[in-house]
T-cell receptor, first 116, second 113 residues
Framework: ETGVTQSPTHLIKTRGQQVTLRCSSQSGHNTVSWYQQALGQGPQFIFQYYREEENGRGNFPPRFSGLQFPNYSSELNVNALELDDSALYLC???????????????FGEGSRLTVL | GDSVTQMEGPVTLSEEAFLTINCTYTATGYPSLFWYVQYPGEGLQLLLKATKADDKGSNKGFEATYRKETTSFHLEKGSVQVSDSAVYFCALSDRGGANNLFFGTGTRLTVIP
């Protein structure tokens, strides 16, 4: 039990649509990261938020965007969905350490997105 | 760029067998190294970590030593149990940026009674 919850657990969208995935972090964890895990692959870093500001981004296009709220919840938004966006999306929170994480992340179980 | 190369699976072992899952890394700085585990139906969990060269991380009978000279962080357990069946991911944390994690592709371990 990591204390990180994600919703929805599964969803199906069609190409071109938009999706919002939600995450509720552990209380006191000011840093939240989002990862994409394609089938049979390791998670890939999308971006990280610290105190409601984006402070790091992986190799993902601008149609992947996020928000972090003061109540330890956050969102991942993906616009103009493509077939390759089908994956498990993981949210991870961590306690702050001077604005940078220690690398010790607490993951949710993920939201599985299928794009048809 | 930073990356992790992990032994491909799947790996199938009998109960009480010795386990090694190889992991090597490439990094420009001095990363922290991690093993995460994903049990069936559950989210990723931190198994162990090491933050500097020659450190040994250990947890639940698993161990891994941070070897800077060979850029490796191999996971070992002396006697596996059926309950160890899971997918294991090696990862590194880049200290220079936002400390995001770079993951390997994962190794699926199945332990049979």
């Amino acid at each position: 039990e990591t204390g990180v919850t994600q919703s929805p657990t599964h969803l199906i969208k069609t190409r071109g649509q938009q999706v919002t995935l939600r995450c509720s972090s552990q209380s006191g964890h000011n840093t939240v990261s989002w990862y994409q895990q394609a089938l049979g692959q390791g998670p890939q870093f999308i971006f990280q938020y610290y105190r409601e500001e984006e402070n790091g981004r992986g190799n993902f296009p601008p149609r992947f965007s996020g928000l972090q709220f003061p109540n330890y919840s956050s969102e991942l938004n993906v616009n103009a969905l493509e077939l390759d966006d089908s994956a498990l999306y993981l949210c991870a929170s961590s306690p702050e350490s001077g604005g940078k994480t220690t690398g010790e992340l607490f993951f949710g179980e993920g939201s599985r997105l299928t794009v048809l | 760029g930073d990356s992790v190369t992990q032994m491909e699976g799947p790996v199938t072992l009998s109960e009480e067998a010795f386990l090694t899952i190889n992991c090597t890394y490439t990094a420009t700085g001095y990363p922290s190294l991690f093993w995460y585990v994903q049990y069936p139906g559950e989210g990723l969990q931190l198994l162990l970590k090491a933050t500097k060269a020659d450190d040994k991380g250990s947890n639940k009978g698993f161990e891994a030593t941070y070897r800077k000279e060979t850029t490796s962080f191999h996971l070992e357990k002396g006697s596996v149990q059926v309950s160890d069946s899971a997918v294991y991911f090696c990862a590194l944390s880049d200290r220079g940026g936002a400390n995001n994690l770079f993951f390997g592709t994962g190794t699926r371990l199945t332990v049979i009674p």
